[in-house]
């Protein structure tokens, strides 16, 4: 996405931040800000992952904080964990679902 703006083409989000942690996953978390969401995504190499839009009121630092914490860490065998502890932090979160967005809940 990088690329586009570099190219003058246009982007939709206001920042976006790519990272490859050691577990072999690619994350990305994009903000926008007409619509105050962080949206965070994280697929291995086969595509294996999952996306989550967050709709936020106040301050994302404490989310921003919890996401960088565990980005060396987070892998498919323990996403749920830290999916419980962002939800905790801004429960107007969403998991996506191919085109959908669900309301995630703790049960």
């Not at 703006?5 to 994009?30: M, P, R, T």
């Amino acid at each position: 996405m990088n690329d586009n703006f570099d190219e003058g083409l246009w982007c939709h989000s206001e920042a976006i931040f790519h990272y490859s942690n050691k577990n072999a996953l690619d994350l990305q978390v994009e903000y926008y800000t007409e619509d105050r969401s962080l949206y965070f995504s994280f697929f291995d190499d086969s595509g294996d992952g999952m996306g989550l839009l967050f709709k936020f009121e106040s301050s994302l630092s404490p989310l921003l904080d919890s996401i960088t914490n565990s980005q060396d860490k987070l892998s498919l065998e323990n996403y749920k964990q830290y999916i419980k502890q962002w939800v905790e932090i801004y429960p107007n979160a969403y998991v996506q679902y191919d085109d959908d967005l669900v309301l995630l809940t703790l049960d």
